[in-house]
């Protein structure tokens, strides 16, 4: 007993240190304190309580030099990568004044020359930038060394040397908070970029990252690693085959026969450079698989140096020629752009081991939540399901089957045991499903001058501007109840989109949510499932601000349990910038009222001037869509398909007209619904009718001009908004703040119907007292609460509504403006 007595701590210690190690105790916890702790009976409660702030400042004061002491680390490391990029910059612009003053005096010197000779002196002059052609190589393994020496002197020159000549990548602007400094190649043989950047990792766990692309680099189908060397000097030298994803159904996929050196420099930083082995003979090779063209990587890779305080300063090197000769004319763009290698690719590699540092680092905030791994592996699948649908290869099991006449949807069938292994299907009740086969149905369709992100957004926001419920529903009952009766007449409507976010990534530049499609109730006797529908979504490319990237929205049927391993046939949209001069436009556009009504950027969110672009942009979508069926259904589920993806396209196309920047900055400005007058006329009749029916005036300041009157109306902080006088009234016009509140645009605008956006109570009142606003001209009606399109509650403190008379003093609509509203 004495023993353990003397081992065991008293429960008044016990106790006295659970209070002691409380940051801030209550009053009735210090009085304990003083009771249990016979020492402190001399100590006032009021210096116990000093005695406690003094210990939480202390607390606060080693966290905060901690925090400092990590900020001053990456300031440190970021100065010298910097310094680094400084000296770099000096020594190309050193090169560059040389060779101006070379081919200065080679000018001069061929003044009297003829034309043809002045040309071919230009031409030999200008040699030195060209690839020289080397004969075949040897692939022996003294061969091999030799070719990885040679890799890893020309991947450094790129790295940190003049080799080639970097231009900033636009709309990158290093600083602080910045991804790093990315910079694209000017002038050299294929595609290039380059990016330099600090993580939280060891330079031997950031090699480990970057050399697993598939899992970082979502258009990588696979790296077969089929031989390693080691060389004497520590390092290794490994054989690759890899094969990307082709990101549309109009070109072919490319494969790559790569070397890939490992070695640590004299000054302890760890390089892992590749290239390609094209040109090898006396070992072994890889002939270009069926379906891809076989690409070239030249000298490309990642130089990681150990960083003061348990960190890495990383140089990232693509440079890639991806033989664009093998594509239409018009995609030569997405094969000839450094800007779309930068973003998908190289500042790809950075984010994923940012966001793995961070996770790392600081688990319990990271955007992923507490299952990064899984969620990551989720966003993963989803990715590569839907690449696998748009390329459909074939030794997936894959096989094409015959058009219908019309060659612009393109329909695969798999039902290979490989793929449906994949797809566990089965029945509630334990019973497995018949669903034996997945049908894809893709196309790919060229949009001119639409900002793919301000398109993504919209098809991600209003989902019943595109997608049949019926075909939703029949999609996830094939995922989560097994045999079901094919759409019909009887289609069913949406009920209402619930987007619950999910995780997202550091940058935001991509999010995953879950989607519930409500009360899809109408085959509820046809399918064994319920009314709800849930879709797990992808989405990435939504931000304006970022120039040239690709925007993506991928989804998948999931049930409402969500298991990790929950078959997922991901369906959806990519679309692709394919001019490369967007880049020295403004890339902030915006669907705002007054750039739609030749007003000028005057929304609130504006950013950008329509006016100023020049020429037109151009963009690629591809589109794919797969559903699980019964092998004797084919052919009905086959044009089910393709009838619904053509009625997607049309959905798509008409949606992109109306978000064209062309015609939101043309003369012929915003198209109007027909009978409607021009924005500016019906800003001034609004104005008019509400100062004749309420004797006040609508807008503070007054205005002269229409313009001016417009431009004032939109930036009202109220929301305004017109309906129609139809039997079924539809909105027709609203202001910024009115947008926002209904939460959609004004495209959609047209589709929302008056009483869609009240609630019960609030559509007993408006049908009581509409005939008022008729006969008296206007109405004023209590707070309350409404419903934005997006099926979000919204309280007003009061709203009023008004006739508006046209200039025949005749009723032209109704408008409802409802003040201080705010999202419950």
């Known amino acids: 007993m004495e023993s353990m007595s003397g081992t065991r701590p008293s429960r008044s210690k016990r106790s006295r240190g659970c ?16 009771r249990e702790c016979p020492i402190l009976s001399n100590i006032e409660p009021r210096q116990i309580k000093v005695w406690f702030q003094n210990r939480r400042c202390r607390e606060k004061q080693r966290k905060e030099a901690s925090r400092l002491q990590g900020v001053n680390r990456k300031l440190t490391a970021m100065n010298k990568l910097l310094m680094e990029e400084n000296d770099r910059l000096q020594k190309q612009v050193s090169q560059l004044v040389y060779e101006n003053s070379y081919f200065r005096q080679q000018t001069q010197n061929t003044t009297l020359a003829t034309t043809d000779t002045s040309c071919e002196s230009v031409v030999t002059s200008g040699q030195h930038h060209l690839t020289p052609q080397h004969p075949p190589r040897d692939a022996s393994p003294a061969g091999l060394l030799s070719i990885a020496e040679e890799t890893l002197t020309e991947f450094l020159s790129k790295a940190t040397g003049t080799a080639v000549e970097w231009v900033q990548m636009p709309g990158m602007k290093p600083g602080p908070d910045s991804i790093g400094i990315v910079a694209i190649s000017h002038g050299c043989t294929g595609v290039a970029a380059r990016a330099c950047g600090l993580v939280g990792l060891e330079p031997t766990r950031v090699a480990e990252i970057l050399k697993d692309r598939p899992s970082w680099f979502r258009d990588c189908r696979s790296v077969e690693v089929l031989n390693v060397l080691s060389t004497g000097n520590g390092g290794t030298i490994e054989l690759l085959y890899m094969q990307l994803f082709a990101p ?18 004299e000054d302890g930083s760890l390089v892992v450079c590749e290239r390609s082995l094209n040109n090898t003979q006396n070992g072994p090779s890889m002939p270009p698989a069926q379906n891809f063209v076989r690409a070239e990587m030249l000298p490309s890779g990642y130089l990681i140096r150990p960083c003061e305080g348990s960190g890495s300063l990383i140089h990232i090197v693509d440079h890639m020629d991806l033989e664009p000769w093998s594509v239409p004319e018009v995609l030569r763009p997405l094969y000839e752009s450094s800007t779309l290698l930068a973003q998908k690719t190289t500042m790809a590699a950075l984010r994923q081991l940012r966001q793995i540092s961070q996770e790392v680092s600081q688990p319990t905030v990271t955007g992923w939540g507490r299952r990064p791994a899984a969620l990551r592996a989720l966003s993963q699948r ?18 094409m089957m015959e058009s219908d006449g019309i060659d612009d949807v393109t329909v695969i069938v798999n039902s290979s045991p490989s793929k449906m292994m994949g797809l566990n299907f089965s029945y509630p009740n334990g019973f497995p499903s018949m669903s034996n086969a997945v049908l894809c149905a893709k196309a790919s369709m060229l949009l001119q001058n639409v900002p793919p992100a301000i398109l993504l957004r919209f098809l991600r926001e209003h989902r019943s501007e595109w997608a049949d419920s019926s075909i939703d529903a029949y999609s996830a009952a094939a995922v989560k109840a097994g045999p079901c009766s094919l759409p019909g007449s009887r289609a069913g409507s949406f009920g209402g989109q619930v987007i619950l976010p999910l995780a997202h990534t550091i940058e935001h530049e991509e999010f995953m949510e879950v989607i519930k499609l409500e009360n899809i109730g109408h085959y509820r006797e046809d399918m064994i499932m319920p009314g709800d529908i849930f879709l797990l979504q992808l989405c990435s490319g939504v931000d304006e601000n970022a120039v040239g990237t690709c925007a993506e929205l991928v989804f998948a049927p999931i049930d409402a349990s969500f298991s990790d391993d929950a078959p997922l046939l991901p369906s959806g949209f990519r679309v692709i910038p394919l001019d490369s001069g967007v880049d020295a436009s403004s890339p902030n556009r915006t669907l705002d009222l007054a750039s739609a009504l030749e007003a000028g950027p005057v929304g609130s969110r504006a950013a950008g001037d329509f006016s100023s672009q020049c020429g037109s942009t151009k963009s690629v979508m591809t589109i794919a869509f797969q559903f699980a069926f019964e092998m004797h259904l084919q052919d009905n589920v086959a044009s089910m398909a393709r009838q619904y993806v053509r009625s997607v396209i049309s959905s798509v196309q008409r949606v ?4 064209s920047p062309s015609r939101i900055g043309s003369h012929a400005g915003f198209r109007p619904p027909p009978g409607s007058p021009e924005a500016h006329t019906l800003a001034r009749w609004i104005c008019q009718s509400y100062r004749c029916y309420l004797g006040v005036e609508l807008l503070k300041q007054s205005s002269e001009g229409s313009e001016s009157i417009l431009k004032s109306l939109w930036h009202h902080s109220d929301a305004v908004m017109c309906c129609s006088l139809k039997a079924l009234p539809v909105f027709t016009f609203a202001n910024q703040s009115g947008l926002d509140m209904l939460e959609t645009t004004l495209v959609a605008l047209q589709d929302i119907t008056l009483e869609k956006i009240f609630d019960d109570h609030g559509k007993k009142i408006l049908c009581s007292e509409f005939p008022q606003i008729m006969q008296q001209g206007f109405m004023c009606l209590q707070g309350g609460i409404c419903l934005s399109s997006m099926g979000r509650p919204v309280s007003y403190e009061r709203a009023v509504a008004w006739k508006v008379l046209n200039e025949e003093e005749n009723a032209h609509c109704i408008c409802f403006m409802f003040i201080n509203w705010s999202f419950v």
């Open 19 to 34: 209070i002691m190690s409380a940051p801030n105790p209550s009053s009735i916890r210090r009085q304990q304190l003083i």
């Open 382 to 399: 989803l990715s590569k399901g839907f690449n696998e649908a748009v390329n459909g290869f074939t030794d997936e099991g894959w096989s």
């Open 656 to 659: 992109a007209l109306a978000l």
């Open 248 to 265: 549309t159904t109009l070109a072919p996929a490319r494969d790559f026969w790569l070397l890939r050196y490992t070695s640590v420099l």
